[in-house]
Every structure is written in C-alpha cells, then in structure tokens.
C-alpha cells in the first residue's frame, strides 16, 4: 500500500475557476501534510502545509485536512495559467520524520 | 541563504558504469534526503540521514546504490553498477528540523543511462 496516493490527472480548469486536488494517506500515524508544486524540468516547491484538522489559507490557496478520513485537499482559487503544473502532496511520518511523495496531479488552466 | 546545491545537473553513462552524484545541504539543516525522481512519477525516498546517521533506508537498492554523509554535512548518492532503469532525476534535499518543516530541494542531477 502506497504511503500517499493521489489522482494523477490531468485536470484541466478554466482561467479563473477552482481547481481541487485531492490526497489520501494510508498511515493514521502521519503527524504533518505539504503541498508542493513542481513545473516541468524544476524541482518540488512548497506551497503550503497543514497539520491541524481543518482549513488553512493562505493567499488564493487553502489547504483542507480530514485526519478521520485521512485525506487532505488544495483548493486553488481564481486559477491562472501560471498555476499549470504538477502537485505534489506530501505527508511526514515515523519516529524519524521520513518524509513521503505521491505521485503528483497534473493540472493545466486553459486561457 | 543559499540553496541546496547539487552536481552534477547532467549525468550520461553506459549501464553497468558506476556514477556519483554530490550534495551541499542548507548551512544548519540536520536533516538530508534523496529521492529517485522517475519521469511522470512523483519523488521516491531513498534514503533519510539525520546529520551522519541514517534514519531510513528501506526504499534503497543496497545491491548497487550506496550513500554517505560525510561530517553531517556533504552527501554523496553512487550507483555501482547502473542499470537502464535507474535513468531518472535525483534529487536531494534538506530540512532544518527532523520533525514538522518543510524539506528544501536542490536542482536535481538528471541521469540518463544508455
């Protein structure tokens, strides 16, 4: 069982609407949650993490985390074509922190 | 402050040739991880060290991959002998704390084994 599945897309959203990327986790152990956006040919930048339940925001991003449901989210408000690029989602587990990639959403937002 | 830095960014080699591939870490950063990056797939943890000690290597092929980290600082990832399947984009990258922040990526060595 993978540590950290998501959809690997792609996903394709108008200029301007929402785009939700969607991550589950197998261990209920894992203590902290990352969303990393990566452009082709670059490597994984972070944009945000959560390790509460719930909602956080930050700018037009927003971070959801369902720890019962294991499953963490990232909305992207007023998408741009700028935003057109892999997202990884990323979960910090185990006594010494390893820290898990999944497989990463494609998303592109159309002009 | 500066990155993470990484040599070198391009790699061609013959499988069955050995390679090595260098890490400089944040200034500080205790921890230091690298990742297998296959195209079209996300990162896959190798190995974690904690300064010099290793905390995870589960996921590292010890037949032919082989890691160091020299003082708790420099890392070296090598690869003896490579295989047409290890063509992909290492990467490495730290972290300040071993628990709750992010990890800091490096530019990546992109191999490419023929």
């Known amino acids: 069982q993978k540590e950290v599945e998501q959809n690997s897309g792609p996903l394709s959203v108008p200029e301007g609407a929402i785009a939700s990327l969607n991550c589950t986790y197998s261990?209920?152990?894992?203590?902290?949650f990352f969303w990393y956006r990566q452009y082709s040919g670059k490597s994984p930048e972070l944009i945000m993490f959560?390790?509460?339940?719930g909602d956080k925001e930050d700018g037009r991003f927003t971070a959801q985390l369902n720890k019962a449901s294991q499953y963490v989210s990232l909305l992207i408000r007023d998408s741009q074509p700028s935003d057109s690029a892999t997202y990884l989602c990323?979960?910090?587990?185990?006594?010494?922190?390893?820290?898990?990639f999944g497989t990463g959403t494609s998303l592109t937002v159309i002009p | 402050e500066a990155g993470v830095a990484q040599s070198p960014r391009y790699k061609i080699i013959e499988k069955r040739q050995s390679v090595a591939f260098w890490c400089n870490p944040i200034?500080?950063?205790?921890?230091l991880y690298w990742y297998q990056q296959i195209l079209g797939q996300g990162p896959k943890l190798l190995i974690q060290f904690q300064n010099n000690g290793v905390v995870d290597d589960s996921q590292l092929p010890k037949d032919r991959f082989s890691a160091e980290r020299l003082k708790g600082v420099d890392s070296t990832l090598k690869i003896q002998p490579a295989k047409l399947e290890d063509s992909a984009v290492y990467l490495c990258a730290s972290s300040p704390l071993p628990g709750g922040t992010e990890a800091f990526f490096g530019q990546g060595t992109r191999l490419t084994v023929v």
């Open positions: 261990d209920r152990g894992s203590q902290s």
């Open positions: 959560i390790y509460s339940n």
């Open positions: 200034s500080g950063h205790a921890t």
């Open positions: 990323a979960v910090k587990k185990g006594v010494g922190n390893q820290f898990y």
